[in-house]
């Protein structure tokens, strides 16, 4: 069974663009969460689709959007890029999102803001 | 709000050896699940090791296991006969089981360097 995948890998942007970025999940599995990697904040829970719904949001601000479609897959989206927002971000994906499921990890996508 | 401590930013330990890497937790629940994810130099996040707190049997997985100690709050890992491939950083994660969904709440971190 295919892991979780994410696209692009590596991503270059400039401040004040929008970039969307990608994550298919382990099929069959609902579930899909997204989170952010810096040196500085570590690993920052950013939501959780499950079913197409938003069923969890971290603190961060509006520019940071996302949404799962119907197969599972989700992208997130973040508009107006500030040079804080490079990170690696790490998606994962699990079954249903239940207390008892494991999450599994995609290698992430490396985003850099010039 | 949850929090976790990691306290040890590195440690190193010679092939072979053992090693244990230290987890402070910080919650008002009693069900929750807490989980020890290694990320090597590529970045994937791997799980290691998870742990139910209603389980009072410490989790092992072959070289890995875990000191549970719920009234402390304290979660460790020991990686016994360590090998080069266990070399990574190495994160202490918190999900709580009184909420939906799969958020975890990560610790800062334990750069782990393991020397032949």
């Known amino acids: 069974k295919a892991g979780v995948t994410q696209t692009p890998r590596y991503l270059i942007k400039t401040r004040g663009q929008q970039v969307t970025l990608s994550c298919s999940p382990i099929?069959?599995?609902?579930?899909v969460s997204w989170y952010q990697q810096t040196p500085g904040q570590g690993l920052q829970f950013l939501f959780e689709y499950f079913s197409e719904t938003q069923r969890n949001k971290g603190n961060f601000p509006g520019r940071f959007s996302g949404r799962q479609f119907s197969n599972s897959r989700s992208e997130m989206n973040v508009s107006t890029l500030e040079l804080g927002d490079s990170a690696l971000y790490l998606c994962?994906?699990?079954?249903?999102?239940?207390?008892?499921?494991?999450?599994?990890f995609g290698p992430g996508t490396r985003l850099t803001v010039l | 709000a949850q929090t976790v401590t990691q306290s040890q930013p590195e440690m190193s330990v010679q092939e072979a050896e053992t090693v244990t890497l230290s987890c402070t937790y910080d919650t008002s629940e009693s069900d929750y699940y807490l989980f020890w994810y290694k990320q090597p130099p590529s970045r994937q996040m791997i799980l290691v090791i998870r742990q139910e707190a209603y389980k009072q049997q410490n989790a092992t997985e072959n070289r890995f296991s875990v000191n549970f100690q719920k009234a402390a709050k304290s979660f460790s890992l020991k990686i016994s006969d360590s090998q080069l491939g266990d070399a990574a950083m190495y994160f202490c994660a918190y999900r709580s089981g009184e909420t939906s969904g799969s958020r975890l709440t990560f610790g800062e971190g334990t750069q782990l360097t393991v020397n032949p």
């Open positions: 994962a994906s699990s079954f249903q999102g239940s207390r008892t499921d494991t999450q599994y």
């Open positions: 099929s069959g599995h609902r579930s």
